[in-house]
């Protein structure tokens, strides 16, 4: 199964595009909590789009979870890192809900 994450992620490149994307919606100097709401609004809105026309899996509720984690990504092995985490996670939740007494 898909998640919405990881149907986002996946179609992000590089941060240094992420950073372009946001630029282009939110002013420069905005606080990070602003950009962060401007990019769960965007991302959400293109996901349901997705939903919509393209047959993705429908979210429950929200698509986000109501905080967030702030990180900047450094270089190519932190993104690396946060990418497999983010494709590997969902497969750890699953094992966890299988055999709780090995998560």
Do not use: C
Not at 15 to 23: A, D, S
Not at 32 to 37: A, M, N, W
Not at 76 to 98: A, C, K, M, T
């Amino acid at each position: 199964m898909v998640t919405a994450i990881q149907t986002w992620a996946n179609t992000q490149v590089r941060p240094y595009e992420t950073k372009k994307r946001v630029n282009q919606g939110e002013h420069a100097g905005s606080p990070l909590p602003r950009v962060v709401q401007w990019f769960k609004t965007m991302t959400t809105n293109a996901y349901i789009d997705g939903v919509k026309h393209h047959h993705w899996q429908p979210f429950h509720k929200r698509l986000w979870q109501r905080n967030y984690y702030e990180h900047i990504v450094r270089n190519e092995d932190d993104l690396n890192r946060i990418q497999h985490y983010i494709n590997d996670n969902p497969l750890r939740w699953q094992q966890v809900q299988l055999h709780p007494e090995q998560g």
